[in-house]
């Protein structure tokens, strides 16, 4: 049986936990304490990007503002793509007497455990049940947490590289893979769920009364004495290796931090690297972008969506519990190049799923959702999620394994930044394509090819309606397999002989 595990952790410890002499094989033994730190703070920094979620939801399901209004909050997700040009600042500024990691770590807790009780105490003023809602202080304060949310994430990502045993780096991919979704899903089901008075009165009551089990004004108050309780704690009782007992230590310039991002940029397998990352997504991002919307226009309601996709963080939590330990040796990224075709298959059963669903629901011009159909949406949703948790652990897995620690935060802070920009291109253009892709016609008028919302008003006037002749999505899909299957093929040998250990071909000397 493991021993209980603390938050407290002496120096000594941390010291030995990064000396050379520790085996190869991952062991978590004597490193819990670490490892259930790490995944602390991974969950704390997965709840404002929740957060950011259900925001937009609330002000639609109450029919409070536009959707052009909506399309305001999609600045607030932006500061997570621009976390490399904070990762110099934050490993080359920091006090050595509270700690490289816990220099930035407390201060930027605090700040959004205090943005967060700010905004309990005024979300009634911004966010009224009648009326129209403050929407630029809303995105104001939530483009705020996310901008320290994005510094966090360089903060925790390089503290992981040291935090753990050399020989359990390796295991900071589960905690991101576990940790991150399980604030997601606090952030974002949560203050809708838990403050809906239908879901409420329908699965926790006898009998029904007013309001939610708790308001939106309590969930955030409860969330901010949560930033600023774990904050402390980790203040008063995590102690920092010192950097200076490390062999390797160098501590540079802001400026130099700069240069060392173009150098590290220069290296031949980080340009490589950062090409196979900004296309790895796009054999997915058909099935990814698009499914549900399309089951959606096929009759599938989004509550039955929402649910589904809810029970998928399930998955998320548990499967890097039990495969991390395949995942977390040495060559993580064979793991994914393995996965990497069997996922881009798997894109078909969403195809044959969502061209048959019209006509599985459909009872005589009812829509009557079959048990059998939300037993097959659950499996192709939840094989799915499961291949997808593994190559994203097996990723994050490699990351870890092949950046330099003295300059942990720049290096992960830099390949996240392409994993990111892979998921969100491939995403826009793929929206775009099946748009292009489409081909519709008015079923009273063939010269009428419903392209434009006019097209479509004049077809509906003259009692017709736009029936899809070719639907795009699936020639999307179809065009996105082609091109991951490619991507596989170009880069499958490239990337399975990476040594991630091999610090002559990740480091970077620093005179």
């Known amino acids: 049986m493991n021993k209980p595990c603390t938050i407290k952790c002496g120096l000594e410890e941390d010291v030995a936990a990064n000396k050379s002499t520790v085996p190869n094989t991952p062991n978590l033994k004597g490193d819990w304490s670490n490892f259930n730190l790490l995944l602390l703070l991974y969950v704390l920094q997965g709840f404002p990007i929740g957060l950011s979620s259900s925001l937009p939801i609330i002000l ?25 040009l904070f990762a110099p600042l934050v490993d080359s500024l920091y006090v050595q007497r509270i700690g490289r990691r816990k220099s930035w770590l407390l201060p930027l807790q605090y700040l959004v455990g205090i943005i967060l009780m700010y905004t309990a105490n005024n979300i009634d003023d911004w966010l009224p049940k009648t009326g129209k809602p403050n929407l630029t202080m809303i995105v104001c304060v939530i483009l705020a947490i996310n901008v320290l949310s994005a510094i966090q994430d360089i903060v925790v990502d390089g503290w992981s590289l040291t935090m753990l045993k050399k020989n359990n780096v390796g295991y900071a991919s589960t905690c991101n893979a576990t940790g991150l979704p399980i604030g997601m899903l606090i952030g974002t089901v949560c203050p809708i769920l838990l403050v809906s008075e239908d879901f409420n009165n329908k699965y926790f009551r006898v009998m029904p009364t007013t309001g939610g089990l708790m308001t939106l004004q309590t969930f955030i108050y409860l969330w901010s004495i949560i930033f600023l309780l774990i904050t402390t704690l980790i203040g008063i009782f995590k102690k920092e290796k010192n950097d200076k007992l490390e062999l390797d230590h160098v501590k540079i310039s802001v400026f130099q931090n700069y240069k060392l991002l173009w150098d590290i940029l220069k290296k031949p397998k980080i340009k490589l690297l950062a090409i196979a ?16 919307l399309k089951l959606i226009d096929a009759g599938i309601s989004k509550d039955d969506i929402m649910i589904t996709v809810t029970g998928m963080y399930a998955v998320k939590f548990i499967m890097p519990i039990f495969v991390s330990k395949y995942i977390s040796g040495p060559k993580p990224m064979d793991f994914y190049l393995t ?46 999620e499961m291949l997808s948790s593994f190559m994203l652990l097996a990723l994050y897995a490699f990351f870890c394994r092949s950046s330099d620690p003295r300059f942990g935060g720049t290096y992960m802070a830099l390949y996240n930044t392409f994993y990111f920009l892979g998921w969100l291109i491939p995403n ?13 016609t008015c079923s009273n008028d063939i010269r009428n090819s419903c392209l434009t919302p006019d097209l479509k008003s004049v077809c509906a006037v003259n009692g017709g309606s736009c029936q899809v002749f070719v639907d795009g999505y699936y020639m999307t899909v179809i065009i996105c397999m082609v091109i991951g299957f490619v991507w596989y093929f170009l880069y499958r040998n490239k990337l399975r002989n990476y040594k991630p250990m091999s610090t002559s071909e990740w480091s970077i000397n620093v005179s």
Not at 61 to 77: C, D, G
Not at 428 to 440: E, G, P, Q, R
């Open 277 to 292: 990352l900004l296309t790895a997504r796009f054999g997915f991002s058909g099935t990814d972008a698009a499914s549900n």
């Open 339 to 384: 996965m990497t075709p069997i996922r881009l298959i798997w894109s078909i059963t969403y195809m044959v799923l969502i061209y048959y669903t019209p006509s599985l629901i459909n009872n005589n011009g009812d829509i009557k959702v079959p048990i059998y159909y939300y037993f097959s949406l659950a499996s192709i949703f939840a094989v799915n």
């Open 60 to 84: 639609q399901s109450r029919k409070m503002v536009t959707y052009e209004e909506q399309a305001l909050f999609s600045i607030v997700l932006w500061p997570y793509t621009l976390k490399v």
């Open 428 to 440: 826009t253009l793929v929206l775009k394509m099946i748009a292009l892709l489409t081909f519709s």
